[in-house]
């Protein structure tokens, strides 16, 4: 078999915290939100990212490769101290979480949108690794992050300009 890089398992690492914030989204989503659009797209992220995040799990387990990136602490940020592509500062999930109705509802949608493409960014910075993304299940499951998210993107770049 193709062996992994450490370009893969620090992928698979800073997508689990990415995804685990995703969640965090989502799950104010029953609480706030006011569109039916933005709750049943809530629904579909919630599911996919959550098996995802197993996905990832499992595979670093199997290699014997911590499911936290080492030093991280559960934090959402890379080795630099930066927030990884895409991650809300805490003055942003704040701002989420006080939000309601309609502002909740375009909060919601653009703060996906740009943590979307910070996996999206997450992606081209893995395939652009030397001998990345070799390894089956990371190169088939950095594929479906760019299409999917890729894909939501559009749908929710339209559900917002249908909620301005």
Same mark, same amino acid.
């Given at each position: ?24 989204? &989502? ?30 799990? &499992? ?90 998210? &890729? ?14």
């Amino acid at each position: 078999g193709v062996s992994y890089t450490d370009a893969d398992v620090r992928f698979m690492q800073g997508m689990i915290p990415h995804h685990a914030q995703a969640l965090e989204m &989502t799950a104010l989503v029953r609480q706030h939100a006011t569109t039916d659009a933005v709750r049943q797209m809530a629904l579909r992220m919630e599911i996919s990212q959550r098996d995802e995040i197993q996905l990832m799990s &499992t595979w670093l387990r199997e290699r014997g490769e911590p499911v936290e990136m080492p030093g991280m602490g559960g934090m959402s940020m890379d080795h630099g101290g930066h927030l990884m592509p895409g991650m809300l500062s805490p003055e942003q999930m704040e701002n989420l979480r006080n939000a309601r109705g309609v502002e909740f509802d375009r909060l919601f949608l653009e703060y996906m949108i740009q943590h979307h493409e910070g996996a999206i960014v997450m992606v081209a910075e893995l395939f652009n690794s030397s001998g990345a993304a070799q390894e089956s299940t990371v190169f088939k499951f950095a594929e479906d992050v760019d299409a999917d998210q &890729t894909m939501e993107i559009e749908r929710m770049q339209r559900v917002l300009e249908s909620i301005r």
